[in-house]
């Protein structure tokens, strides 16, 4: 039997901007979630602060690992992360960073 070392699975908010069509009707922007990208949650235990690539300091909760060829984010994009048992979670991505083994996302 092989151990899953990325048991969770990670989705992204993609939003649609809201738009004008050619009878002159505003249709809504669209958000939906995309993705099923494999992880491991980390929880951080008790709120943790870091200072960020653009250089602000932000608290975060936990840390999600990644593959390294994962899609970039972004500080403010939206998650889901769906944990075994079926639980969701929603976070805000409070930084982001990638090197040759992983990447981690700070939420």
Known sequence: MILDDRPHKLQYLVTTPG???????????????EGDIPCRHVTNGKAGEREFEDGVVRTYSAIIRLD??????????KVRL????????????KGFNRNQMYARLWV
């Open 19 to 33: 738009y004008e069509d050619d009878n002159g009707d505003y249709h809504q922007d669209e958000s939906h979630y």
């Open 68 to 77: 390294a060829d994962c899609r970039e984010f972004s500080i403010g994009d």
């Open 82 to 93: 769906s944990l075994l048992g079926g639980i969701e979670r929603e976070y805000e991505v």
